[in-house]
């Protein structure tokens, strides 16, 4: 079963960068999953998607509309990186890193990953 855990978040002021980092344990990405996702919840909300790729089916990364442009998800054997530049308010929220051995294409929905991590928090302050 893969472990994954989340790092990189904190507290920035806006326009600010970071680099949330996600590391699989008790597993490999290349041998034990199709794809990532990133999703966040914000307080009071449900959990979204943020960004994710499919390296088994090779798509083209895909990303929620308020990120493009901002946001870049990236892999480098077993570390899955969500770049975030120009942050904003609105990204506040617990980010969180899951991974999918079933599909071949991108999931936007929960469902469709069986590994989480415990999420990391990013605050953005204005």
Known sequence: ??????????????GDSL???CAASGGTFSAHAYGVGWFRRAPGKE???????????????????SVKGRFTVSRDNNLVYLQMNSLK???????????????????IMTPGYEFWGQGTQVTVSS
């Open 1 to 14: 079963q893969v472990q994954l855990v989340e790092s990189g978040g904190g507290l920035v002021q806006a």
């Open 19 to 21: 680099r949330l980092s």
């Open 47 to 65: 959990r979204e998607f943020v960004a994710g790729m499919n390296w088994k089916s090779g798509h083209t990364p895909f990303y929620e509309d």
């Open 89 to 107: 308010p609105e990204d506040t929220a617990v980010y969180y890193c899951a991974a999918q051995n079933r599909y071949y294409y991108i999931p």
